[in-house]
């Protein structure tokens, strides 16, 4: 486990190797940025680096006993806090104040790594501040989070922040063919769709999300032909699966989005999903439509996420549709 397992993110460790070069580490961090970009193993590679005895030029040997162990989740310094269920619990808290009030078994440091630290809640913030603010001297605090300003302010000001930003598509595309041995224009398609997260970008499958997207157009085309009796039934059936509406809603937006880009530009190489049917069925739909759907789509995107009727949503959206 070392800094050279991550992809990008050249400036958060930068950061980091130059701290570690100076022994100038903070006692405390706040790594943002979106899910799934690399928070969590930047902190897995950083708590190796720290405890690693032969070091390197990135940071741990990713060879030795302790860089392993950090690696397989099982060294005894390095303690990992994620929600149990929604939240980050103060029973949570207080075992890890225990175990860190405790020197070093085998490491220079103790590691605290807390993913999803936007998850804690009142009492557990309160109680993990604590920490922040009378650190044992022998500790290393990383919080992970996408949210950092659902954080208390007081928790954030005790934090050096590193803002990790989305990995650029090229960084993603040249990965998964690497790691997956994907197809160049496959490779694409998926890191466009992962917007600049190498875990998303990892889990996605091909063919589902290529499945989904014809599943939408099929959909799309065939509205204008249904009585309206058959929308609302449809409609019915979409507002009972939340998720799935999610889903072909922001399927809809990427759609749009391609359209209008590439009558703007007819650069291919911006596009999601740089399929040749698309592309003419956007120049076949009057700019004016286009608009006002990608409207209707992110309207409706919208109202969801207020946690406005799924069901309301979904019939107004078709009714428009299908006009």
């Keep these: 486990m070392n800094f050279a397992l991550i992809e990008g993110h050249e400036r958060p460790i930068t950061i980091l190797k130059r701290a570690l070069a100076n022994n100038t580490l903070a006692h405390a961090y706040l790594f943002s940025g979106e899910a799934g970009i690399g928070k969590k193993m930047t902190a897995f590679a950083l708590?190796?680096?720290v405890n690693c005895p032969v070091g390197g030029g990135d940071g741990g040997c990713g060879e030795c006993p302790s860089c392993r162990k950090v690696a397989s989740g099982g060294h005894p310094d390095v303690h990992l806090i994620?929600?149990?269920?929604?939240e980050i619990k103060i029973d949570q808290i207080r075992q890890v104040q225990a175990d860190l009030s405790l020197k070093p078994f085998e490491g220079a440091k103790k590691i605290l790594i807390v993913d999803g630290a936007d998850r804690l809640n009142v009492a557990s913030a309160?109680?993990?501040l604590k920490t922040l603010e009378e650190p044992p001297g022998d500790v290393l605090i990383v919080l992970i989070t996408p949210m950092p300003q659902s954080l208390l302010a007081t928790i954030r000001s005790r934090c050096q922040e590193i803002r990790f930003q989305p990995l650029p598509r090229r960084t993603l595309a040249q990965a998964l063919v690497?790691?997956?041995g994907l197809p160049e224009g496959d490779s694409w398609f998926l890191a466009a769709l992962a917007q600049g997260s190498m875990g998303r970008a990892l889990g996605m499958d091909v063919e589902q999300e290529k499945a989904?997207?014809?599943e939408l157009m099929t959909f799309w085309a065939g509205l204008g032909q249904m009585g309206t009796g058959e929308v609302l039934a449809r409609a019915e059936a979409l507002g009972k699966d939340r998720d799935r509406l999610e889903g072909l809603l922001d399927i809809g937006v990427e759609r749009l989005r391609d359209a209008l880009v590439y009558r703007a530009t007819r650069n291919e190489a911006l596009l999601v999903y740089g399929h040749g049917t698309d592309r003419q069925w956007g120049e076949r739909v009057p700019l004016q439509r286009l608009l006002a759907d990608m409207e209707l789509f992110t309207t409706s995107r919208g109202l969801l996420d207020r946690r406005v009727s799924a069901q309301l949503v979904a019939e107004?959206?078709?009714l428009k549709l299908g006009r």
């Design 212 to 214: 989904a997207r014809e």
């Design 178 to 180: 690497k790691k997956r």
């Design 82 to 86: 994620a929600s149990d269920g929604d």
């Design 47 to 49: 708590a190796a680096a």
């Design 126 to 128: 309160n109680a993990f």
């Design 316 to 318: 107004n959206l078709l």
